[in-house]
């Protein structure tokens, strides 16, 4: 997140953060704790948070991106172990070929 970090500063970026998630509410400890650790590392950088409620993460993504102002959308894809991947589908490699704001994608340490 450095590299982020450095280029929103360049660019005195305002951020707005979203967690899709069909029960908002419900969202679980370790995301609550990832989004403490992400805003202790934009501390110094405008950023808000959204939650939108949504089951489908790539129809949630692209409801977002039409009822607000966004120039670029930066994800950081989540690694699935094997058998997840069978069932699980891109929201990443489909949103690469369908949104009409510029994508980065940051590969997440594991």
């Not at 110094?44 to 939108?52: G, K, L, N, R, V």
Request: net charge neutral; no cysteine; aromatic share 10%.
């Amino acid at each position: 997140l450095s590299f982020l970090r450095k280029l929103l500063q360049l660019w005195q970026a305002n951020v707005q953060i979203i967690h899709v998630h069909p029960a908002p509410a419900r969202i679980g400890f370790a995301k609550a704790e990832e989004a403490l650790h992400l805003d202790q590392i934009l501390q110094d950088i405008p950023h808000t948070y959204d939650f939108p409620e949504e089951k489908n993460a790539t129809q949630g993504i692209f409801h977002y991106l039409q009822n607000h102002s966004v120039d670029l959308l930066v994800m950081i894809p989540r690694y699935h172990f094997a058998l997840e991947n069978v069932f699980h589908k891109s929201v990443t490699r489909y949103l690469t070929t369908h949104t009409t704001v510029p994508l980065l994608t940051l590969h997440e340490k594991l």
